[in-house]
């Protein structure tokens, strides 16, 4: 799969991501939301669910999108990457990079 492809797949994923944090921040300010209860547990458990199909469907063996997402801040950290350990890691700040990540051997 082509990283413009990989791209176009993980664009809607991150989408749904950002509008889950934003809701559960806003929830954990103005009422306290804790992701352990219940309902953000089932609620982050679907999207685990959906990461886990869609890292499938694009070849991510290594738990790469959970790592953008939860470790990487969805690119904020600017964490350096590679697939394999004889190559340099480069910064993955944006989906495109993340894309250009999944696509190599």
């Not at 809701?23 to 886990?52: I, M, N, R």
């Not at 959970?66 to 470790?71: G, P, Q």
């Not at 989906?95 to 051997?105: E, I, M």
Request: with cysteine; glycine share 6%; hydrophobic share 40%.
């Amino acid at each position: 799969m082509s990283p413009t492809q990989i791209e176009t797949l993980l664009t809607p994923w991150l989408d749904h991501w950002r509008t889950l944090d934003g809701t559960f921040e806003a929830q954990a300010v103005s009422h306290g939301a804790d992701c352990e209860a219940p309902f953000w547990k089932a609620v982050y458990s679907l999207f685990d669910a959906y990461t886990e199909r869609l890292a499938a469907q694009v070849g991510d063996t290594q738990g790469w999108l959970l790592w953008f997402i939860y470790d990487n801040d969805a690119g904020a950290n600017a964490y350096p990457a590679s697939q394999n350990r004889g190559t340099r890691p480069k910064r993955i700040r944006t989906l495109k990079d993340l894309a250009h990540l999944l696509a190599t051997p």
